[in-house]
């Protein structure tokens, strides 16, 4: 099924139908993560806290991800980052609005307002974030014509971020993804990680969601149906530093 079409257009019928794929297990016990295993943070900026496209409650999500990243060596945040002009704005398409859906090149584009645009306090990481480890921050959008929700591939489906290539070469075999939104750019990074092989994980309780006409119930079916595996913060072990 297109990722796009099972998080903007599906209807309460096709949630239904999905939502008999269950709901996936939680851990057995505590996780605790290793050098092979990597926590993505994503999207955790001001503009999806307090700007244009503002996540209910998602301000809640910092303390959650500052404590889990204390049982993590390697971290990678993903930044929003477009151009003025970006090909996802409603402002670039005269006649437009946000929100509308537009044909674009790679398919269906919906149009959202001016966001995370390069360099601006908007765009910038939350202040809040204390991981002071991390080792890569990916920008994702900045290529004037594609848009970008999945810290692992462009929303054209072939244009590479590089994250995978990078996480293979640090040895990282498992993934737990957090931040913003569940929905959305959360849900799309954890489909492609466990379509490029990693074992993944989405700590539900580190994420918030837009939910956005069923969005969140077609976005949690779509990657039970990839294999992504759902816990909470409470199963990682935070006790002790990493090995």
């Known amino acids: ?51 244009s496209l503002a996540v209910k409650h998602g301000a ?21 980052w477009h151009p003025i002009g970006h090909v ?32 601006t306090t908007d765009a910038a990481l939350a202040d809040g974030l204390n991981i002071p480890q991390t080792q890569l921050i990916l920008r994702k959008g900045f ?15 072939t244009t590479s971020t590089g994250l995978a290539g990078y996480l293979r070469e640090r040895g990282i075999k498992t993934v737990f993804v957090t931040g913003l939104a569940t929905d959305f750019c959360v849900a799309w990074t954890a489909v492609d990680a466990c379509k490029a092989g990693f074992a993944t994980y989405v700590i ?24 992504v595996r759902r816990i909470q913060s409470t199963d990682i072990d935070t006790d002790r530093p990493p090995a």
Not at 90 to 117: E, M, R, T
Request: aromatic share 6%; with cysteine.
């Open 88 to 119: 996802s704005f409603a402002s670039s398409h005269p006649g437009n609005k946000p929100f509308d859906k537009i044909d674009v090149s790679y398919g269906s584009q919906v149009l959202w307002p001016d966001h995370c645009v390069q360099g």
């Open 204 to 227: 539900e309780d580190a994420c918030r969601a837009i939910d956005l006409n069923g969005s969140l119930a077609a976005a949690w079916a779509m990657m039970t149906a990839a294999g």
């Open 143 to 157: 290529h004037a014509s594609i848009d970008s929700y999945s810290a692992f591939q462009e929303a054209d489906g």
């Open 1 to 51: 099924m297109n990722r796009r079409k099972a998080l903007l257009t599906l209807g309460p019928g096709g949630l239904f139908l999905l939502a008999g794929l269950g709901r996936v297990a939680l851990a057995a016990r505590p996780l605790k993560p290793d050098m092979s295993a990597a926590l993505i943070v994503v999207d955790v900026q001001n503009c999806f806290l307090t700007g």
């Open 60 to 80: 809640d999500v910092i303390p959650i991800i500052n404590h889990l990243a204390a049982a993590f060596r390697n971290v990678i945040m993903t930044q929003d």
